[in-house]
């Protein structure tokens, strides 16, 4: 038996960017957003882009694959900009597995919704978490993906490493909860300000800028 066949975990963390997509119905540049899609492990993960409402949203590229530490940028569009839609807090699930043993390695949601105006709404309600069904595919785009950590390079390894763990931290750092913020799951200390945030969204995309200079240098 082959012992790479059985050193993978089952269930893994899996990380996108942001967690949350508010699009505003007056507001033209908010009606399509990006959602990042980031694989920090050695082996490629095949994504699957599920949503509660495909009717309402165009999604370029909901499947396909990441290669190993890099990431994908998924464009979503809303199409159904009504004022019927408001305060409606649709999601989007998506399915990781290893490549190419279709292993399931985890899947993480992420909520959209439609408001008017610029200041948010009370008003929600929540979709069946069991209505996912499966978006269009396009089949004459070709996929992009970004390397999180250059390969094959001469540059010093520590450095890389380095560069990996501020990357992750700053991930973590964004996926937790902000101040006020309702959550049952963990203390408030862990709960952070917009300050910070907008400290981890800085430094992940310097260090997201570095990659790609120094790729494009050594090329």
Do not use: W
Request: aromatic letters at 10%; proline letters at 6%; one cysteine or more.
């Amino acid at each position: 038996m082959s012992p790479s066949l059985a050193t993978t975990p089952r269930k893994l963390p899996i990380f996108v960017l942001p967690q949350n997509i508010t699009f505003y119905l007056d507001d033209q540049s908010t009606h399509k957003q990006v959602l990042t899609l980031y694989n920090l492990y050695d082996f490629p993960m095949k994504f699957k882009v599920l949503c509660t409402a495909p009717n309402k949203y165009q999604v370029v590229d909901p499947e396909g694959i990441i290669k190993a530490k890099s990431c994908v940028d998924i464009v979503i569009r809303h199409t159904a900009l009504l004022a019927s839609n408001c305060n409606v807090v649709d999601k989007f699930r998506i399915h990781m597995q290893e490549y190419p043993t279709k292993q399931i390695i985890g899947k993480r949601d992420v909520e959209a919704k439609l408001l008017s105006g610029v200041t948010d709404a009370a008003g929600r309600s929540t979709p069946d978490p069991d209505m996912f069904q499966q978006l269009p595919i396009n089949e004459n785009r070709q996929q992009q993906s970004y390397e999180l950590i250059s390969r094959n390079k001469t540059l010093n390894r520590g450095t890389n490493y380095v560069a990996l763990i501020a990357g992750i931290i700053c991930i973590v750092g964004l996926l937790l909860p902000t101040e006020g913020d309702q959550s049952q799951r963990l203390p408030d200390y862990l709960h952070l300000s917009v300050n910070f945030k907008l400290i981890f969204s800085f430094v992940l995309g310097k260090r997201r800028i570095v990659f790609f200079y120094k790729s494009n240098r050594n090329d």
